[in-house]
């Protein structure tokens, strides 16, 4: 009779749970933060072609309708004012303003455990957009959004590991005052999610009384400034190279009360903007190193992100190609040229033309993704749930994304080599005198949950399992997963006496 190997103390009930146990922060194969860059698209040549154009395209044509408190701001630092109206920037005052833009911008959470320091090739991938439907898939149709909808998106956010931030993703049509859709939208994203939110304002004399609000969600003015955690996506450019007058006003009233700003600047190639992937990208370049200074010349060194945001035009038809490889080149180029100026940057990816999550919607959400990751974008906006060339917003896909958007930051954590990762002590042992396999070794036991990326909703079963299991769909599973989530109450809910207080000043319009 064969005697029996002794088992180890511990043995494989111990190693299991271990597996089970979760990984600290610096052992998981996937966070928030992660170094992309390894993609370059840009040589340093065409970079620099890109950048010198830009600044020929600042001094010689320059930007239109600035209000006139941007004039003032502007023309004081240095830029000049033509017959014509447009401010036009010298090459030596937007170099100078560059020196003075800060370099690292810290988006804060609301309760600090989610934190994004942008800077370098740090990526974060998130939410963003203001899509007008919601994607029914159980209806395969579409409808208006509403503020609920808003709410619930925020709360399905705040569980999600790999989707970092929640900037608003769409517009809530139920509520007709844009005064009271500002204020509202602040609140349901606020009550929704403790990670960084990013909003809009519709008018300038809307960023009081909402910044009155997020004063009091923080506990008060001193500690919102401390740690802002909302910023403002600020459209301040309408391309081709002209402000947008009234978002000028917001960002001058957003960066007075303390809330960081994108600079977001979104022409469509072959409309609002050259057709040429290299001309986007110039003329985005441009209109934002415009923004940079009128942020620096309100106050130096205000946290501003570069949101060079240039969209694909299918030109067959003038409809938005946002799923297409050509608006994936555009995001990737943009994050070299956030890196070239060593400046926090965004840009869109991530995004489907397709109106369901379907086939089309995975290769075209996972591409843009992918790409903008290896570039090393720091925010990547609209990654997750945005259809329909950003028209319609999807609960469900937003849901499946926290996979996608694992596996795209496994790909941006790359391959380490070392001696442990090379594995020669591992090939000696199990081929000179081992099991002739690798299955079951403690240290591929031991590296299984640092190493690799499991999906929750992507099925790896075999067809006879698959069958077995009664023929899972993947859109259904993700219609359970959010019913689950909303079922819970938001872990982001307000204190009851702070939530009575904001209601009594402002008409909110979500239930208590």
């Not at 997020?214 to 391309?239: Q, T």
């Not at 081709?240 to 600047?265: N, W």
């Not at 990326?453 to 859109?475: C, H, M, Q």
């Not at 599973?477 to 207080?501: C, G, N, Q, T, Y």
Request: charged share 20%; glycine share 10%.
């Amino acid at each position: 009779m064969n005697e029996q190997t002794p088992r180890r103390s511990g043995g494989r009930a111990a190693r299991r749970a271990s597996r089970a146990a979760p990984l600290t922060e610096d052992l998981r194969p996937i966070r928030a933060g992660l170094e992309g860059g390894k993609y370059k698209p840009l040589t340093n040549a065409q970079i620099q072609r890109i950048h010198d154009t830009a600044l020929d395209a600042l001094e010689q044509v320059g930007l239109a309708d600035a209000p006139e408190s941007g004039v003032a701001y502007l023309t004081e630092a240095g830029a000049v004012q033509g017959e014509d109206g447009r401010i036009r920037f010298p090459r030596a005052l937007v170099e100078d303003m560059l020196a003075k833009a800060n370099r690292s911008v810290t988006l804060h959470s609301r309760d600090g455990q989610n934190d994004m320091e942008l800077s370098g090739t740090r990526v974060h991938y998130g939410t963003a957009g203001a899509a007008v439907h919601m994607v029914d898939v159980t209806g395969n149709e579409y409808r208006e959004s509403l503020l609920q909808d808003l709410h619930d998106a925020a709360r399905i956010v705040d569980v999600l590991d790999n989707v970092h931030f929640c900037q608003r993703p769409m517009v809530a049509r139920d509520i007709t005052d844009n005064l009271e859709m500002d204020l509202n939208t602040v609140y349901a994203a606020s009550c929704g999610t403790t990670k960084h939110i990013g909003t809009s304002f519709t008018e300038p004399h809307h960023v009081p009384p909402a910044l009155e609000m997020l004063y009091m969600i923080a506990g008060g003015e001193d500690k919102f400034r401390e740690r802002p955690f909302m910023s403002n996506s600020n459209c301040f450019v309408v391309p081709p190279m002209k402000f947008a007058t009234e978002s000028c006003q917001v960002m001058e009233e957003c960066i007075k009360g303390g809330m960081p700003v994108l600079l977001l600047s979104a022409g469509m190639a072959g409309a609002t903007a050259p057709s040429t992937v290299a001309g986007a990208i110039v003329q985005a370049t441009a209109e934002c190193l415009g923004g940079l200074v009128y942020v620096n010349a309100v106050k130096e060194g205000h946290p501003a992100i570069f949101g060079t945001w240039p969209f694909g035009l299918d030109l067959r038809t003038g409809a938005m190609s946002i799923g297409s490889g050509e608006q994936a080149l555009l995001t990737a180029g943009c994050a070299q040229m956030h890196q070239f100026y060593g400046v926090p940057g965004g840009a869109a990816a991530g995004a489907s033309d397709s109106k369901m999550p379907d086939m089309q919607a995975g290769w075209e959400q996972m591409c843009s993704n992918v790409m903008a990751g290896l570039s090393g974008l720091n925010m990547i906006y609209e990654a997750a749930g945005m259809h329909a060339s950003l028209l319609g917003f999807c609960h469900e896909s937003l849901i499946l994304a926290d996979d996608l958007i694992g596996q795209a930051l496994r790909c941006v954590r790359g391959i380490e080599v070392d001696d442990e990762t090379l594995a020669l002590d591992q090939i000696k042992a199990v081929c000179m005198g081992g099991p002739g396999h690798y299955l079951g070794t403690d240290q591929t036991l031991g590296r299984m949950q640092r190493d690799h990326v499991y999906p929750t909703f992507g099925d790896r079963t075999s067809p006879k399992e698959w069958a077995e299991n009664g023929k899972p769909d993947l859109i259904e599973k993700a219609v359970a997963r959010k019913e689950a989530i909303l079922a819970e109450r938001s872990a982001a809910r307000f204190d009851p006496a702070l939530d009575a207080a904001i209601r009594a000043k402002f008409n909110i319009h979500l239930s208590a």
